[in-house]
């Protein structure tokens, strides 16, 4: 197996049986979520909403532009806003159709029908350089990888004067996470290293975007800039 069939393997059980789980760690909505969330990340309810609300604060409301989300995962944190943007153009994207069929079911339920869902892979998205206003990533570039394939593929995608926004894993903040990312997320092929730290991040993005917005609650790097 290579490593992007670990990582969709490590993801087909993430998006299947344990999806509640995961919808309820990362949203800090459930019991076993909250403890797992707490243990792991160090966050409550109002660090969780915090960084949450950070990382989609990129896409203003009313927003009716082509928008691209990479990766959607469960779709549990972007469908609620999506629901709110009925003249936008979605694209989502994800390499494990299982995670994404849990985001499409959410989609549907909800009945956002300005929505389209790509199984592919963030390094060679299958769509022509410059075609969305909006880039949103959130919490896949710790995931992904190849990293530098998929900060070229999301800017190559994006448009003059579009917003990359979102949010990922960034290393040496806080050491609850380290361990978890180092004996847990990593052997298990949910988190690929290497992982950016505070500073390499925002030199990455100062070097490839303008008007770098950056900020951090504990272990979560989140940003938004221009192209
Ligand atoms: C931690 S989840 C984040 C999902 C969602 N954005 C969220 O915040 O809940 C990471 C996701 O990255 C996806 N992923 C990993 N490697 C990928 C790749 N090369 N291309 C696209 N998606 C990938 C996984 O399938 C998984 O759904």
Redesign the pocket.
């Known amino acids: 197996m290579d490593r992007?069939q670990q990582?969709?393997y490590s993801?087909h059980a993430?998006?299947g049986n344990m999806a509640n789980f995961?919808?309820g760690l990362?949203t800090y909505s459930t019991p076993i979520g909250k403890i797992m969330n707490q243990i792991m990340w160090g966050f409550d309810e109002a660090t969780t909403s915090k960084w949450i609300n950070y990382a989609l604060s990129g896409i203003p409301e009313h927003f009716s532009g082509k928008l691209l989300?990479?990766?959607?995962?469960?779709?549990?944190?972007?469908m609620p806003l999506y629901k709110t943007l009925p003249d936008a153009d979605i694209t989502c994207?994800?390499?494990?159709a299982d995670?994404?069929a849990n985001a499409q079911k959410r989609a549907d339920l909800m009945q956002i029908s300005n929505i389209a869902f790509h199984q592919?892979?963030?390094?060679n998205l299958p769509f022509p350089d410059e075609s969305f206003d909006i880039v949103l990533?959130?919490?896949?570039f710790?995931?992904?990888?190849?990293k530098n394939k998929?900060f070229a593929e999301t800017y190559r995608v994006l448009k003059k004067g579009g917003m990359f926004c979102g949010?990922f894993y960034i290393q040496g903040e806080k050491q609850r996470t380290d361990l978890s990312v180092k004996y847990l997320l990593v052997p298990n092929k949910?988190?690929?290293p290497p992982f950016d730290t505070k500073q390499s991040l925002q030199m990455r993005l100062e070097n490839m975007y303008s008007h770098v917005k950056f900020t951090s609650v504990y272990a979560e790097g989140i940003f938004k800039c221009r192209k």
């Open positions: 992007k990582i969709q993801y993430l998006g995961y919808d990362i989300e990479v990766p959607v995962g469960t779709g549990v944190l972007t994207l994800d390499y494990s995670m994404m592919g892979d963030v390094g990533s959130l919490n896949g710790h995931a992904f990888p190849d998929a949010c949910a988190f690929t």
